[in-house]
């Protein structure tokens, strides 16, 4: 459910997306605005709280001086994938330990999803379960990662293969952070925009999903594409948190773009390992008439247009099957992968570990980056 709340701040009324998820843990709220001083009005605690920010946000950053300014304790971060690991875990639960952090104290992640997995990952453990709340300071944060539960980290090389389900009880969205995003960081989070729109849009089309996506020339939309977005996905976690029925469809694109990342050596983005994923799972879902050839020629060409090419040249394929085979969803004879039937019509399908994959997944890297007729 979303309810929009004016607030004022310095005379200038700004409004506050407010959402509401539900959970088997705790339902938590989803506060949405331009600037996190606004938020800020809605977020008294009154409580000890232990920040844990990703160190590309610097105090001198506008909107993170609340933040800086209400924290008991706080600890800086390298985000990455190198952060969300048992190594990781256990430097933030040395330093909650040392500092005393109780059960009435708040752990506060602040950053983008390697954090957010980090410090729900540790909220979930430490004294059996603590209290978080989450700042997503990313795009991919703030439009997909920050709603549904999930909190996994990495075991070696092998990706978010430790964890559960273990919601902040608040999470505090300012599109301001979006301001400081690299290019890439913005595409990628644009990444999971773009597969939320082919989810869920049965009269998708290419010039209105490039429309959906943020960029830096439309600011003011940026607060109504991550409440659309949020509120989408909300729905669809609710009905299945746990990831056993319906809401397997938001995996469409990641077992293949899991294995895309390894296979570059996590030299991408998740986001965009998420779209060229898609690109692979239309491609063999096409040469198996689960997808059909205009859904994959439509999808392909606003990825080229619109996303940073894969550099297939550098991919490790033997790595790419090793991630495959390693996927929470597989068995040793296959995996459920998510099929595109049609726009807004997404099916699983069981693949299988044979020789027809390697064939078609072989084909795939040596299509050219661009759109070709298939015959
Ligand atoms: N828990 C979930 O449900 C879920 C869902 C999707 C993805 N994920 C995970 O999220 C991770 C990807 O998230 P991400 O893309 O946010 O990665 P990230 O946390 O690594 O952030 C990406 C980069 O952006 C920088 N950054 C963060 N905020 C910034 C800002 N405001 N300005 C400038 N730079 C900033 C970071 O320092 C980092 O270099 C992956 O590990 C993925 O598995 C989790």
Redesign the pocket.
């Known amino acids: 459910m979303v309810a929009t709340h004016p607030t004022r701040l310095q005379g200038a009324q700004v409004k506050v997306q407010k959402l509401k998820v539900e959970s088997h843990t705790r339902d938590y709220e989803v506060l949405i605005s331009s600037s996190l001083e606004t938020l800020q009005s809605f977020y008294k605690s009154e409580r000890k709280t232990f920040l844990v920010v990703?160190?590309?946000?610097t105090d001198d950053?506008i909107f993170m001086k609340p933040l800086l300014g209400s924290a008991f304790k706080t600890k800086r971060v390298?985000?990455?994938?190198a952060?969300?690991t048992l190594k990781g875990a256990e430097v933030i639960c040395e330093w909650l330990a040392r500092n005393n952090f109780n059960k009435g104290d708040v752990l506060v992640g602040v950053?983008?999803?390697?954090?957010?997995?980090l410090v729900?990952f540790v909220a979930q453990l430490f004294h059996r379960g603590c209290e978080w709340h989450y700042v997503?300071?990313?795009?991919?944060?703030q439009a997909?990662?920050c709603?549904?539960?999930?909190?996994?980290i990495?075991l070696n090389n092998w990706?978010?293969t430790l964890g559960g389900f273990y919601p902040p009880s608040l999470v505090l969205i300012a599109t301001d952070?979006?301001?400081?995003?690299?290019d890439f960081?913005l595409a990628?989070?644009n990444g999971?925009i773009f597969k939320f729109g082919l989810l869920k849009d049965i009269s998708w089309s290419r010039e209105g999903a490039k429309r959906n996506l943020v960029t830096r020339d439309n600011q003011e939309d940026w607060v109504r594409v991550i409440q659309e977005c949020l509120s989408w996905k909300s729905q669809v976690v609710q009905a299945d948190e746990f990831d056993r029925n319906q809401r397997r469809i938001l995996n469409y694109g990641h077992s293949f773009g899991h294995a895309l990342e390894l296979s570059l050596d996590r030299n991408i983005?998740?986001?965009l390992a998420v779209v060229w994923g898609i690109d692979v799972a239309n491609w063999v879902g096409m040469r198996r008439g689960f997808t059909s050839q205009s859904v994959f020629e439509n999808v392909r060409m606003v990825i080229s247009e619109t996303f940073p090419l894969l550099p297939s040249a550098r991919l490790d394929s033997r790595l790419f099957w090793d991630s495959l085979k390693r996927d929470k969803k597989a068995t040793r004879a296959g995996i459920g992968e998510i099929f595109l039937a049609d726009f807004g019509a997404p099916k699983e399908h069981f693949i299988c570990f044979d020789s027809q994959l390697v064939e078609d997944v072989t084909h795939y890297f040596k299509l050219p980056p661009c759109i070709v007729p298939i015959t």
């Open positions: 990703d160190k590309a946000l950053m390298q985000a990455g994938e952060l969300k950053g983008g999803g390697t954090v957010q997995d729900g997503p300071s990313t795009l991919l944060a997909d990662s709603v549904g539960s999930k909190t996994s990495n990706k978010n952070f979006l301001r400081s995003l690299s960081d990628s989070g999971e983005q998740h986001g």
